[in-house]
């Protein structure tokens, strides 16, 4: 029975349906004729676009355009972030990169170069060491192959790359590395860097190996293993009278990324510029850079003008103020972190003031570090709390930091007995004359 129901009204309503359409049935045929004349596509043709803007009125053609400007710097952000999003710049070989320097080489040696900051600079590029410095200020393995350290920190032991290899060809050792440190050590010689080693016995376990056996833990010794490594070949002959005059001081052999090239003199003999070139011996990373040159000033006014005529592409001016001015030549800057400190320290063994606690604290606690860096250095610097940087290996936080503090400085200096005075000076009478 509810089949039968169903289909009669499905039937009823279909019969309703053909008598409306039959009823309406002119209608449905000019409805039908007034589409084949106009034959509707799916897209318009351009023909009938170009009517589009004319059945636009003024307001609604701006608010069109301002749309279609939207969309269209939305598309095109979208494409540049998607772009920046999935590349990244990269360095690309080639190129020469000419640096202005104040002063000139005198030893491109690693055995004397501590004193000079033109000779360090040239002896980064040309010599290599056990461990170096990443870009991140870490220590990592550079001639070394790997370490350990042993026995509490008292034994450190080195293991060489294989193939390793001096810019003249000669085979680099274990001999070299034991003959650069022994010379360091020798005081005939007179190296800036013998406090490094004093106490440090190093000795040869292994065709690659070498053991350093340090009377105490050192927390620091991996920054020791940096000290770059001199050939033996080249220089043992050179006796200790004869080392700092040695014309391989100016003609080194080296095992690091660059190798001298050339170098010109003025008519007195002063080096006025400096070639470096890619070592193809070299056994890390070939460098981006085939040539670094080095133009050597007397004065930093001659380098500022140097830099004026764009003579040279780098420069590291020893003023402050300059840094300013080279911005507006053209020249960016960049902020490098040395692992060096500029620091006062108190003896109170020599000074009856600084022997009480009281002043040696007032004065941590009354100097504005930060303000001194604005002021002196024009904010390029930081503040450190420690001889020891964050940066070195085996750093711990100080226990204590001093903190710029005046009030506090002003109480530490009234228990030490000194009397503030008009102009805010303090006195202190330390002995009565009768």
């Not at 129901?5 to 039937?11: A, D, F, T, V």
């Not at 969309?71 to 998607?82: M, T, Y």
């Not at 080639?94 to 600079?121: A, C, H, K, L, T």
């Not at 000074?351 to 930060?370: F, P």
Request: proline share 6%; with cysteine; charged share 25%.
């Amino acid at each position: 029975m509810p089949r039968f129901h169903l289909h009669k009204r499905s039937e009823g309503w279909r019969r309703t349906n053909v008598l409306r359409l039959n009823k309406f049935g002119k209608d449905h045929f000019k409805l039908k004729s007034f589409l084949n004349i106009w034959k509707v596509k799916k897209y318009p043709s351009w023909p009938q676009f170009r009517h589009f803007f004319k059945i636009l009125t003024k307001k609604e053609k701006i608010t069109f355009f301002v749309f279609l400007l939207l969309f269209a710097a939305s598309f095109f952000s979208l494409l540049l972030s998607l772009y920046f999003k999935n590349t990244e710049i990269q360095p690309s070989p080639g190129g020469v990169f000419v640096e202005g320097v104040i002063g000139q080489p005198r030893f491109i040696n690693p055995v004397y170069s501590m004193v000079s900051d033109v000779d360090q600079d040239l002896v980064e590029l040309i010599f290599s060491g056990l461990l170096k410095y990443d870009e991140n200020l870490k220590i990592v393995p550079d001639l070394a192959k790997n370490y350990e350290i042993k026995d509490g920190g008292k034994v450190y032991e080195v293991c060489l790359k294989d193939n390793l290899f001096w810019s003249d060809g000669k085979p680099l050792t274990v001999n070299d590395v034991i003959f650069t440190i022994k010379t360091i050590q020798n005081s005939d010689y007179k190296s800036p860097q013998i406090a490094n080693w004093i106490g440090v016995e190093i000795e040869k376990i292994s065709e690659q190996g070498i053991r350093f056996s340090l009377k105490n833990p050192y927390d620091s010794f991996l920054e020791n293993l940096t000290q770059k490594i001199i050939p033996e070949h080249v220089w043992e002959d050179v006796g200790s009278q004869n080392f700092p005059l040695a014309i391989y001081n100016l003609k080194p052999v080296g095992s690091g990324p660059y190798k001298l090239k050339e170098f010109k003199q003025d008519k007195v003999g002063r080096i006025t510029s400096l070639d470096l070139v890619r070592n193809q011996r070299y056994f890390g990373k070939t460098p981006y850079l085939p040539q670094i040159s080095f133009r050597f000033f007397n004065t930093e006014k001659e380098l500022i003008d140097a830099a004026k005529r764009k003579e040279i592409q780098g420069i590291l001016p020893l003023d402050p103020d300059n840094y300013q001015y080279l911005k507006t030549l053209g020249f960016q800057d960049f902020h490098l972190f040395l692992p060096r400190y500029f620091a006062v320290f108190f003896n109170p063994d020599k000074s009856e003031i600084l022997s009480d606690l009281n002043v040696r604290q007032a004065l941590n606690y009354g100097i504005d570090k930060t303000e001194l860096i604005e002021k002196v250095l024009l904010g390029y610097g930081k503040t450190v709390d420690s001889p020891v940087l964050p940066e070195i290996y085996g750093f711990s936080p100080p226990s204590k930091i001093y903190n710029f503090d005046l009030e506090l400085a002003k109480t530490l200096l009234d228990k030490a007995g000194f009397i503030e005075k008009e102009g805010g000076s303090r006195e202190k009478t330390v002995k009565k004359e009768l």
